[in-house]
């Protein structure tokens, strides 16, 4: 699986971005999703993810409430919409494909990631 994410920038404090992870192959469904970030000088963490079918989403409790994660199978694109954005989301969001349980607990095994878009919340 390859994945290529967009929709990074620079938004003022209490902005809106919705990032997009989009995959190559056909057996994207089979995947459960996920998004990570890393901040300068910081570990990478996860932020939300998604089960394959979309009926299952998880997020880290600093993101519950502004951020959603979804999915449209058939044009093989998970998505992040990041609303009420702080300057402490400011991160390298990364999106990944794995199993629900490893993108939860296991971020060193997961298989495969895209590369980063940066986000940027000035205050």
């Known amino acids: 699986v390859q994945l290529q994410a967009s929709g990074g920038g620079l938004v003022q404090a209490g902005g809106s971005l919705r990032l997009s992870c989009a995959a190559s192959?056909?057996?994207?469904?089979?995947?459960?999703m996920g998004w990570f970030r890393q901040a300068p000088g910081k570990e990478r963490e996860f932020v939300a993810a998604?089960?394959?079918?979309?009926?299952?989403?998880y997020y880290v409790d600093s993101v519950k409430g502004r951020f959603t994660i979804s999915r449209d199978n058939a044009k093989n694109t998970v998505y992040l919409q990041m609303n009420s954005l702080k300057p402490e989301d400011t991160a390298v969001y990364y999106c990944?494909?794995?199993?629900?349980?490893?993108?939860?607990?296991?971020?060193?095994?997961?298989?495969?990631w895209g590369q980063g878009t940066q986000v940027t919340v000035s205050s």
């Open positions: 990944a494909a794995d199993s629900y349980p490893i993108l939860l607990r296991s971020i060193a095994t997961i298989n495969y």
């Open positions: 998604i089960s394959g079918s979309g009926g299952s989403t």
């Open positions: 192959g056909r057996t994207f469904s089979t995947y459960a």
